[in-house]
Structure formats: structure tokens, C-alpha cells
């Protein structure tokens, strides 16, 4: 047997004052998107937005309805929409913003499973890293380098045969 130690550069943030000008700007557009998320049952609001390798930056929020699992997160809304609209242009960085409307939220709250594995197959499909920046209503910042820093060991094509 082999023990393996598997870890990420992660950078906090102590608020999205200490973000640069281009983060920053990433992150108040997450932060706008997710003030128009559709969540009345969770009461869970998310944004996302992604700046795109031509400059351009995406929008999306969290899309919920009564039969729960049908609904989709702002982070593949806004992939997907990226990806209709802009096939062939890389996602540099996609900034993530979450809150509550039953409680403050003071801390970031990563991407779930199913977000995580389709900024995987777009990381795998463009050949480059995607950053992701991640907050809540208030607090501090959390970056990491690319989604195999926070899903290592991902699924991919390479199963399939």
C-alpha cells in the first residue's frame, strides 16, 4: 500500500475589498445575478457569473420549481448559457455568491457535486483551468486555481472507453 497526501493552493480573502479590479468586478456581477435568483422553496440564492476568454462576462442564477430536483444551479445556468452562446471561447474564471433569506450567510459556499463535475467536462472539453471564486452575503473570499483543486479525482470521459 501507498499513502498519497492529495492538496490545493487555496487563497482567502478576508472580504471582496481585498479582491483585484478584475475579480472585483467578477464578483459584483455574481453578487447582481444572484439578487435575481428564482428560489422560494430553499430560500437559497445563488449567482454565478463567468468571464469568458473574449472579455465578455456570463450571468446565472439558481432556478428552483415545486417538483425540487428539476430545478438547476446558477453555476450550470450560467455555464450552459456560456456555452450556447460562446461555444468556442474558454471560461477563465467563474465567480460563485450565495445567501439565505432566513439568515445571514458569512461564509462561501463551494460549487455541489453536479456543478462541480460540469465545470470539470469544461475544463477537460477547453484544455485549461477554470478559477472559482467563491463568497457569501458577507465575509471572506475564497479562490482556487481550477475544480480538480476541489474535486480531485473527477469522473471523466477516460471511464467510458
Same mark, same amino acid.
Given at each position: 500500500?501507498?499513502?498519497?497526501?492529495?492538496?490545493?493552493?487555496?487563497?482567502?480573502?478576508?472580504?471582496?475589498?481585498?479582491?483585484?479590479?478584475? =475579480?472585483?468586478?467578477?464578483?459584483?456581477? #455574481? %453578487?447582481? @445575478?444572484?439578487? &435575481?435568483? $428564482?428560489?422560494?422553496?430553499?430560500?437559497?440564492?445563488?449567482?454565478?457569473?463567468?468571464?469568458?476568454?473574449?472579455?465578455?462576462?456570463?450571468?446565472?442564477?439558481?432556478?428552483?420549481?415545486?417538483?425540487?430536483?428539476?430545478?438547476?444551479?446558477?453555476?450550470?445556468?450560467?455555464?450552459?448559457?456560456?456555452?450556447?452562446?460562446?461555444? =468556442?471561447?474558454?471560461?477563465?474564471?467563474? #465567480? %460563485?455568491? @450565495?445567501?439565505? &433569506?432566513? $439568515?445571514?450567510?458569512?461564509?462561501?459556499?463551494?460549487?455541489?457535486?453536479?456543478?462541480?463535475?460540469?465545470?470539470?467536462?469544461?475544463?477537460?472539453?477547453?484544455?485549461?483551468?477554470?478559477?472559482?471564486?467563491?463568497?457569501?452575503?458577507?465575509?471572506?473570499?475564497?479562490?482556487?486555481?481550477?475544480?480538480?483543486?476541489?474535486?480531485?479525482?473527477?469522473?471523466?470521459?477516460?471511464?467510458?472507453?
Amino acid at each position: 500500500m501507498v499513502k498519497k497526501n492529495i492538496s490545493f493552493e487555496l487563497m482567502v480573502y478576508d472580504s471582496k475589498e481585498e479582491l483585484g479590479e478584475l =475579480d472585483s468586478k467578477l464578483m459584483e456581477a #455574481a %453578487i447582481e @445575478a444572484r439578487k &435575481k435568483a $428564482y428560489s422560494p422553496y430553499s430560500k437559497f440564492e445563488v449567482g454565478a457569473a463567468i468571464l469568458l476568454g473574449n472579455g465578455e462576462v456570463v450571468q446565472g442564477n439558481n432556478q428552483e420549481n415545486a417538483c425540487y430536483p428539476a430545478g438547476l444551479c446558477a453555476e450550470r445556468v450560467a455555464i450552459y448559457y456560456a456555452a450556447a452562446k460562446y461555444p =468556442d471561447v474558454p471560461i477563465v474564471t467563474i #465567480a %460563485i455568491s @450565495a445567501t439565505s &433569506k432566513n $439568515y445571514v450567510m458569512d461564509t462561501p459556499a463551494a460549487p455541489c457535486g453536479n456543478c462541480r463535475q460540469s465545470i470539470s467536462e469544461y475544463e477537460i472539453k477547453q484544455k485549461s483551468p477554470i478559477a472559482i471564486l467563491m463568497t457569501g452575503e458577507t465575509g471572506s473570499v475564497l479562490k482556487c486555481h481550477s475544480v480538480s483543486d476541489i474535486l480531485p479525482l473527477a469522473f471523466n470521459s477516460t471511464f467510458l472507453g
